[in-house]
């Protein structure tokens, strides 16, 4: 069977031919992060579903739009969307991929995979397993149709394991302390007479998450040694994803605060809570 390729850059749509019963058509449409739709989205979160991945919010639209657009480090983040219809049935998103499209003097034009800072690489994928090979095949000749090669082998597309596994955060570069945690069941303390404990605080409607993010960020560049306030992408970014998943009730902003002040606080996303964000005040003595 002949594969039918067309490249759409920006969504422009393309010439349509009749074609023998049963042949599925692909469509590759190359778009930029700003160029993305609610159409795609709508599609893109139907694949997620369809792929195990819908309740991965590292896998959402609302994370890695924003995080091409803020913390792609100056390089065009591009998302090749693959379509596919056979014969007169509606066409379908068979995969989504975030790619890098880039060239130098001593090499021709190519494109490699992005995923975002923090993830393992290829976790950007959204592709359904039961056709990869053709979602493969129908992105490297549409990127060699347009004048791009796919710098770099495709990873596993099957993945072979849960989606919770494939989109796990890596650990944080930072210097670990050499102390040793003693277990909080060996301690024993006295505290003054006026001592107060921690309020606990868990924010997730909508009208509230803009300031407790702003809440989370000050207590991060109290705190952290590498603070997300000290480089502007990644704070724009934290503001971005938090407010998009606040518009489904999908974030929490858990703070914790001892007289009026706050010292600890986690940024969450997702139906099942997962932790995305952390800071804490050094304990006092």
Not at 223 to 244: F, G, K, Q
Request: glycine share 8%; net charge positive.
């Amino acid at each position: 069977m002949v594969q039918r390729f067309t490249v759409i850059a920006g969504g422009l749509a393309g010439s349509s031919q009749d074609l023998p019963a049963g042949e599925r058509r692909w469509r590759v449409d190359l778009r930029s992060v700003g160029t993305v739709g609610e159409p795609e989205i709508a599609a893109w979160r139907a694949l997620l579903v369809r792929t195990g991945s819908a309740q991965t919010p590292f896998a959402d639209p609302d994370y890695l739009l924003p995080a091409a657009r803020h913390q792609s480090a100056g390089r065009a983040v591009v998302l090749g969307f693959v379509w596919c219809r056979r014969d007169e049935g509606a066409e379908a998103l068979r995969g989504v991929l975030p790619l890098v499209l880039g060239g130098s003097l001593w090499r021709r034009s190519h494109a490699g995979l992005w995923s975002p800072p923090g993830l393992p690489h290829g976790t950007g994928l959204s592709i359904e397993a039961s056709c990869a090979q053709e979602v493969a095949s129908a992105l490297r000749d549409a990127l060699a149709r347009a004048g791009w090669r796919l710098a770099m082998a495709l990873p596993d597309l099957n993945a072979g394991m849960a989606p919770e596994c494939r989109f796990t955060l890596l650990p944080a570069s930072e210097a670990r302390s050499g102390r040793r945690a003693v277990p909080t069941s060996h301690m024993v303390g006295v505290r003054p007479a006026d001592f107060l404990s921690e309020e606990f605080e868990s924010v997730s409607e909508p009208g509230r998450v803009r300031d407790a993010v702003e809440d989370f960020l000050a207590l991060d560049a109290r705190t952290a040694r590498r603070p997300i306030v000290a480089d502007p992408s990644e704070a724009a970014m934290v503001r971005v994803v938090t407010r998009l998943f606040a518009r489904r009730r999908a974030v929490s902003i858990d703070l914790a605060s001892r007289s009026g002040l706050i010292v600890a606080g986690s940024l969450r996303l997702g139906t099942r809570q997962t932790l995305w964000r952390s800071a804490a005040a050094a304990a006092q003595t």
